[in-house]
């Protein structure tokens, strides 16, 4: 009995953490557009630069 303990405590764990996780919103709302953010370039003329696409 003592063995299944721990498992059980981290299923209860799990799902109580992904009911939570339900509530919270992600991502663009329709109609938003990303903020702008760099990204290193590794070919081209730029390679080896950080670049910002906006």
Same mark, same amino acid.
């Given at each position: 009995?003592?063995?299944?303990? &721990? &498992?059980?405590?981290?299923?209860?764990? =799990?799902?109580?953490?992904? *009911?939570?996780? =339900? +509530?919270?919103? !992600?991502?663009?709302?329709?109609? +938003? !557009? &990303?903020? *702008?953010?760099?990204?290193? +370039?590794?070919? =081209? &003329? !730029?390679?080896?630069? !950080?670049?910002?696409?906006?």
């Amino acid at each position: 009995m003592k063995r299944l303990v &721990p &498992p059980i405590a981290v299923l209860a764990l =799990g799902l109580c953490a992904a *009911a939570l996780a =339900g +509530d919270l919103e !992600s991502g663009l709302k329709v109609g +938003d !557009s &990303p903020g *702008a953010f760099n990204v290193k +370039d590794v070919t =081209g &003329p !730029s390679a080896g630069r !950080s670049l910002c696409y906006r």
